[in-house]
């Protein structure tokens, strides 16, 4: 157990469903947050026995199909008791040295918020080529500062109710810790093609807005000359329009990535991702064509319907 004095004044938020496979590892790792709140979608396993079982307290939220998701709206509603809050998905795992990092930061921090960066583990092996690594994401910052921009995407069906790969939107400027957090799910295969699965519907019609030009407000934005995951989000902005996506998306991170030098779990890595931008063009095609259904049935629009431009809750 780890006592109360070695505790760090952090409250940790971990959105779940179905995790029983991978929580119990998430909450050993998040073990000396101060308080810890496990935001569950009704989940048919053991999530909320296990989060119980660690002394976490379980939320349900019920998502109405409109903005916001649930991360934004723990983030608006839930009590914490700490000025900071650490997001962490139930795949990951925060370190003992990224977790003295943190008591470090927070304790004489000239910033309000801090990135983290993601070691990505498949089939064994960590996957530190291909553009997985470094992989920045703002996770510990203020919690009545911070928010997840939208990208008008939360009327998408079947992308669930969480935010896929949103951006947290911090008015000042953030930090960067050194040592890493791990992401390594204990599912398999079937679950990442699952998970990838609704993530495409997410993802072509973030490449539809982006082909469209819908407005930025509410996002990041796309800044080639700004942090890191601004730039990444400007070079999507150019990605979105080139043909070929899914060899482009193999020859990328397989060869001038050096995604080969990962062994077999890097090939399968790329290949994987060359047939997720597949499926993502073939639902953006849908999109465009069939509004957003298999086939065009009579007196259907062609057009996928329009979704308001919503601003994220302050």
Request: proline share 4%; glycine share 6%; net charge neutral.
């Amino acid at each position: 157990m780890t006592s109360t004095s070695d505790k760090v004044s952090v409250s940790v938020l971990i959105p779940a469903k179905n995790e029983e496979a991978n929580l119990t590892a998430c909450l050993t790792s998040v073990a000396r947050a101060d308080e810890v709140f496990v935001v569950d979608s009704q989940s048919e396993d053991r999530t909320c026995e296990i989060a119980q079982s660690y002394g976490a307290k379980v939320v349900q939220f019920h998502f109405n199909g409109s903005w916001p998701k649930k991360k934004n709206w723990s983030l608006e509603n839930l009590p914490f008791r700490n000025e900071w809050v650490l997001i962490v998905d139930c795949d990951e795992r925060i370190t003992p040295e990224l977790w003295d990092e943190i008591a470090s930061a927070i304790a004489n921090s000239e910033f309000d918020g801090y990135y983290l960066n993601r070691r990505v583990f498949f089939l064994g092996t960590w996957i530190r080529h291909g553009g997985k690594y470094p992989d920045w994401n703002l996770r510990l910052f203020k919690h009545a500062k911070g928010r997840y921009e939208n990208l008008s995407t939360e009327a998408v069906p079947n992308t669930g109710d969480n935010e896929v790969h949103e951006h947290v939107i911090l008015p000042t400027a953030a930090g960067y810790l050194k040592n890493d957090m791990l992401h390594e799910d204990f599912r398999d295969i079937y679950h990442w093609l699952a998970r990838h699965n609704r993530y495409s519907n997410w993802e072509a019609r973030v490449y539809y807005n982006l082909l469209t030009g819908r407005g930025e407000n509410g996002t990041i934005g796309a800044n080639l000359f700004g942090d890191a995951v601004q730039r990444k989000r400007f070079l999507k902005t150019m990605w979105v329009r080139l043909p070929f996506k899914p060899l482009l998306r193999f020859i990328l991170f397989y060869f001038i990535q050096l995604g080969f030098l990962d062994g077999r779990a890097g090939y399968m890595y790329a290949r994987l991702l060359s047939q997720y931008e597949y499926q993502i063009g073939a639902k953006l095609y849908e999109l465009r064509n069939c509004g957003g259904q298999l086939n065009v049935t009579p007196n259907k629009p062609t057009r996928p319907p329009a979704i308001p431009q919503l601003e994220s809750s302050r």
